[in-house]
C-alpha cells in the first residue's frame, strides 16, 4: 500500500520499492494510466500507483488545473489552448482537453493581470489563447523558427509584429513588422516599426481582418 503525504510544499511518496520527495514547485503536469501516475517535472518522472483525484485534491491551492480525466496540469507551466490541446512552455508538449473541462481551461486562460493574454474571439482560430509573460517580447508570425506564436492564416508575415505585456502599467506595445498590416479594430493600420502602447481590450487582425483577436 503506497502512502502519499503533501507537507510543506512537497510530495512525500512511499512505496514497497522507493521512497520519492517531490517538490511541488517542480512539478510540469501529472498523467494517470490505468491507476499508474506518472509525476512529470523538468529532470524526473516519477512513477507509482495512486488515483488521480488524490493527487488532484492534494494539491488543491497549488495552483494545478484538471483538464482531463487522465491529467493535472501546473498552470504555471500553460503556454497556450487552441481549444483541443494546451500546450505547455516547452513548446513541445501537448496535452489533451476534454469536453468537461473546456470551460475551466478558458476562464483560466482568460483571467488577465499577472500575464497577457491574446485570444481569437473570431475566424478560424476563434477559442485559441496563448500567454504573455510580463516584459516578454512576443514574436507573431507564420514562421516557427522565428516566431514565438504561430499564426496559419491568409496575409499573415514570416514576423509579423511583437507584442510586449507591461504588466506594471496594465498596457501592451505593439510593433508591426508586416508586408499586410497589423490593424486595430480591423480599420487602423500601424505604422510599421513605430511602437505603439495599447489598453487591455484591444482588438487586433493580422493581414487578414476576419480573423479578430482580442488582448485582455
Do not use: W
Not at 512539478?27 to 493527487?55: P, V
Not at 503556454?79 to 494546451?86: A, K, Q, S, Y
Not at 506564436?149 to 491568409?154: D, K, L, M, S
Amino acid at each position: 500500500m503506497n502512502r502519499i503525504t503533501f507537507d510543506n510544499n512537497l510530495i512525500l511518496i512511499a512505496t514497497r520499492n522507493a521512497n520519492y520527495k517531490v517538490a511541488i514547485n517542480d512539478i510540469i503536469y501529472i498523467e494517470s494510466d490505468l491507476r499508474i501516475i506518472n509525476i512529470y517535472t523538468s529532470d524526473n518522472t516519477y512513477t507509482f500507483y495512486e488515483k488521480l483525484d488524490t493527487l488532484e485534491q492534494g494539491l488543491t491551492g497549488y495552483g494545478f488545473i484538471r483538464c482531463h480525466q487522465s491529467y493535472l496540469v501546473s498552470a504555471s507551466h500553460i503556454l497556450c489552448f487552441d481549444n483541443h490541446l494546451l500546450q505547455l512552455n516547452d513548446s513541445e508538449t501537448t496535452i489533451p482537453v476534454s469536453r468537461q473541462h473546456k470551460q475551466e481551461i478558458r476562464r483560466y486562460m482568460q483571467q488577465s493581470g499577472q500575464h497577457g493574454i491574446l485570444t481569437c474571439i473570431e475566424g478560424q482560430y476563434e477559442g485559441y489563447s496563448v500567454k504573455m509573460k510580463p516584459e516578454q517580447r512576443v514574436l507573431i508570425g507564420r514562421d516557427g523558427n522565428i516566431c514565438d506564436i504561430v499564426i496559419q492564416i491568409p496575409l499573415i508575415s514570416r514576423l509579423h509584429c511583437e507584442i510586449t505585456f507591461h504588466k506594471d502599467i496594465s498596457q501592451y506595445e505593439i510593433t508591426d513588422h508586416s508586408s499586410n498590416g497589423t490593424f486595430i479594430y480591423s480599420d487602423v493600420r500601424l505604422i510599421p516599426r513605430q511602437h505603439y502602447a495599447v489598453e487591455p481590450g484591444t482588438e487586433l487582425c493580422f493581414g487578414d481582418t476576419t480573423t479578430i483577436f482580442k488582448l485582455l
